[in-house]
């Protein structure tokens, strides 16, 4: 069992908009704004998506977006494209070991 | 271009030592951490440790007893041991750099799968 809880879907058409929730404890999400959000195709390395929260490494498509309230991170995309069908997964400093806590991933699907 | 390449056995017997090398190319290994991070097949993430250039260390407390971590700034790599491992330790395993500052894995290599089988 993971420490962060994503929902294990979502799916959206393309062009819309879709977010995927990601949610952990006062101890990770909720006392730090170091939540990480990584992309990972098939057979493939994750990529940095969203550090800090909310911010893009350079690159990185500005329909990638991320939010945080209380315990809660999100990730959002917009305008959705072929391309961004594959698994999400979100990332949390926690402080104490273990330093880093992952979410158990989310497949996306584009309709 | 910062690039990472882990090294090691594919196989490994089970009750025996796994044991992996990342090699660093296109930055120095003087400064970061430098992490070790799994995935079940069909599974997610989970953080195995880092190490600092220093050799300083920390692991994740659900792998401590088992894990043991190495740097070598001569050669620009750093290394995972894990004993006594099982068929649960079968995964994919993934050299990652960590950035200080906003706690992110910035850079990772293409992943090794180690299969633990007799």
């Known amino acids: 069992q993971s420490a962060l809880t994503q929902p294990a879907s979502v799916s959206g058409s393309p062009g819309q908009s879709i977010t995927i929730s990601c949610t952990g404890t006062s101890n990770d999400v909720g006392d730090y704004n170091l939540v990480s959000w990584y992309q990972q195709h098939p057979g493939k390395a994750p990529k940095l998506m969203i550090y800090?929260?909310?911010k893009r490494p350079s690159g990185v498509s500005n329909r990638f977006s991320g939010s945080k309230s209380d315990n809660t991170a999100s990730l959002t995309i917009s305008g959705l494209q072929a391309e961004d069908e594959t698994d999400y997964y979100c990332c949390s400093y926690a402080g104490s070991s273990p330093n880093w806590v992952f979410g158990g991933g989310t497949k996306l699907t584009v309709l | 271009q910062v690039q990472l390449q882990e090294s090691g056995p594919g196989l490994v017997k089970p009750s025996e030592t796994l044991s992996l090398t990342c090699t660093v190319s296109?930055?120095?290994?003087?400064?970061?951490?430098w992490n070790w991070i799994r995935q079940p097949p069909g599974q997610g993430l989970e953080w195995i440790g880092y190490?600092?250039?220093?050799?300083?260390?920390n692991y994740n407390p659900s792998l401590k007893s088992r894990v043991t971590m190495s740097v070598d700034t001569s050669k620009n790599q750093f290394s995972l041991k894990l004993s006594s491992v099982t068929a649960a330790d079968t995964a994919v395993y993934y050299c990652?750099?960590?950035?200080?500052?906003?706690?992110?894995?910035?850079?990772w290599g293409q992943g090794t799968l180690v299969t633990v089988s007799s």
């Open positions: 800090e929260v909310s």
């Open positions: 190490i600092y250039y220093s050799g300083g260390t």
């Open positions: 990652a750099r960590g950035r200080p500052a906003d706690r992110s894995f910035d850079y």
């Open positions: 296109g930055a120095s290994i003087t400064s970061y951490y």
